[in-house]
């Protein structure tokens, strides 16, 4: 017997092993979330009443509290705050920034600081420019083209690619690591543009390192919105001898406390193997972080809300995390594991909603072949919500320091093609969400949850033991 044909006969026998109660259960969940679902009441409040989340800030403790109040109210087993040290950066004032031909000429241009930052010196800085189309480029140039400039990194995302998150993973590095490099060299300050799909006027904003460098050779990074960024390059090719000017007061303050928010229902058979489902309560300050991560936010607390509803008795431990500081830090999430693994918890599966408030088009799940299998076996389950995409692949940030060999993560996957327009920008507002496509990712992750409450995960084989 081929292996393809082992394969499919094992999802076959599956699927048989699935009664017409998960159907009929997995209807009821979907039905419940539509009709009477709460993850856009939920988002409507933590976007147009708390607002933007940035890690340390004021609206991210107001956040904190606001989830745990309304996880109390779902008269969950438990509720609780687990303390986390994060960073704090702080933007200041709002940037500007012009492009300037000759003395008095100039273009005003829209940018935003890049997280971390430091700010340009006393007044702003203003420098010739060097156009490269990513680090290699940068690289190759060497010093003597970069020193004394402002380094404008160009390189856009790949269009041609259907994963917008592999097109986005193909030139991120530029606004990460663009400063760091370009400040080896002697640049003077760094623009990059943003990490967007379509043209518009909105510069998007994310993490930046500086790794190692001494504080007296940091300097400062903005990010350009695309429409500008094609300005600028064009501008440039006509006239190599332009200045660009920008001047911003962002700085990093101390480390503070603040917390992961954590809900449990106990589970009534396994209450020691629990399944953790979750999204990061902070964002960026530009929009409201509707889309990132708002919207996992409450889709992950509509989880364990729908189970309730739908008469669902979970058979193990089932909790809801709204990590804090994924954006600039990862510390809520390393600490919740931490924690697990200092206490012993058999986390046996997890699954994070990081990627946008749209349509839900599957998953993709970093497990064993076994485990693959199983799921796999569950897909038609899913086919009247068309929910199609089940792939081995990443899963999520938050969710990712959890994974062991023999358990399970996951992440949820919305169609993508606009979630760059808003990603770290903003726009991303809560009027960007769409109510039905909200509330469809909260069934579906909840269905999941379902099954792998009701069926567990496979044990880990000998033989990918050996492969691993």
């Known amino acids: 017997m081929s292996k393809y044909t082992f394969l499919v006969l094992m999802i076959f026998v599956s699927f048989l092993a699935y009664s017409q109660t998960d159907q009929e259960q997995i209807d009821k969940i979907y039905k419940t979330s539509l009709t009477n679902g709460k993850s856009y009441e939920w988002l409507d409040y933590l976007s147009n009443q708390i607002g933007g989340r940035l890690s340390g800030s004021l609206n991210a403790e107001k956040a904190v509290q606001w989830g745990k109040e309304e996880l109390d109210k779902l008269g969950l087993d438990k509720v609780w705050l687990q303390p986390v040290m994060v960073p704090k950066w702080v933007r200041g004032n709002p940037e500007y920034a012009y492009i300037e031909t000759t003395p008095g000429n100039t273009t005003p241009v829209n940018i935003c600081a890049l997280g971390g930052s430091m700010a340009t010196p006393f007044g702003g800085l203003k420098a010739n420019l060097v156009e490269v189309n990513g680090i290699d480029e940068l690289k190759a140039l060497g010093e003597n083209q970069v020193k004394g400039k402002i380094v404008f990194y160009n390189r856009p995302m790949d269009e041609e690619l259907i994963n917008t998150f592999q097109s986005y993973g193909g030139c991120v590095d530029q606004r990460y690591s663009g400063a760091l490099e370009a400040a080896k060299l002697g640049a003077l300050?760094?623009?990059?543009?943003?990490?967007?799909?379509?043209?518009?006027?909105?510069?998007?904003?994310?993490?930046?390192?500086?790794?190692?460098?001494?504080?007296?050779?940091?300097?400062?990074?903005?990010?350009?919105s695309t429409n500008h960024a094609e300005l600028l390059s064009n501008m440039l090719r006509l006239d190599k001898s332009i200045q660009f000017?920008?001047?911003?007061?962002?700085?990093?303050?101390?480390?503070?406390?603040?917390?992961?928010?954590?809900?449990?229902?106990?589970?009534?058979?396994?209450?020691?193997?629990?399944?953790?489902?979750?999204?990061?309560?902070?964002?960026?300050?530009?929009?409201?972080?509707?889309?990132?991560?708002?919207?996992?936010?409450?889709?992950?607390m509509d989880v364990l809300r729908l189970l309730k509803e739908s008469g669902v008795t979970p058979k193990r431990s089932i909790r809801v995390v709204l990590f804090m500081n994924e954006e600039n830090g990862l510390r809520g999430a390393k600490k919740y594991a931490e924690e697990a693994k200092r206490k012993g918890e058999n986390h046996v599966f997890a699954l994070e909603s990081d990627s946008g408030g749209f349509?839900?088009?599957?998953?993709?799940?970093?497990?064993?072949?076994?485990?693959?299998?199983?799921?796999?076996?569950?897909?038609?389950?899913?086919?009247?919500?068309?929910?199609?995409?089940?792939?081995?692949?990443?899963?999520?940030?938050?969710?990712?320091?959890?994974?062991?060999?023999?358990?399970?993560?996951?992440?949820?996957?919305?169609?993508?093609?606009?979630?760059?327009?808003?990603?770290?920008?903003?726009?991303?507002?809560?009027d960007a969400v769409n109510k039905r496509e909200l509330e469809l990712g909260a069934a579906t992750m909840t269905s999941l949850v379902y099954l792998y409450d009701k069926y567990g995960v496979n044990p880990i084989t000998s033989t990918e033991k050996l492969k691993d």
């Open 189 to 224: 300050g760094v623009i990059v543009r943003s990490m967007n799909l379509r043209l518009d006027d909105f510069p998007h904003t994310g993490s930046m390192t500086y790794d190692d460098l001494p504080l007296d050779k940091r300097i400062p990074a903005a990010a350009i």
């Open 245 to 300: 000017y920008f001047s911003q007061s962002c700085r990093q303050l101390k480390d503070v406390q603040s917390y992961n928010v954590i809900g449990e229902i106990t589970g009534s058979e396994f209450p020691n193997e629990y399944i953790v489902v979750g999204g990061h309560l902070d964002s960026w300050d530009l929009g409201d972080g509707a889309h990132d991560d708002g919207a996992g936010i409450v889709q992950s």
């Open 359 to 430: 349509t839900p088009r599957g998953f993709s799940f970093d497990c064993s072949d076994a485990n693959f299998s199983q799921v796999l076996g569950w897909k038609p389950l899913f086919k009247p919500y068309l929910i199609h995409y089940f792939e081995k692949g990443g899963s999520g940030a938050d969710v990712g320091p959890l994974k062991k060999d023999n358990n399970v993560v996951a992440g949820l996957r919305p169609d993508s093609q606009r979630y760059f327009d808003y990603h770290h920008a903003a726009n991303d507002t809560f």
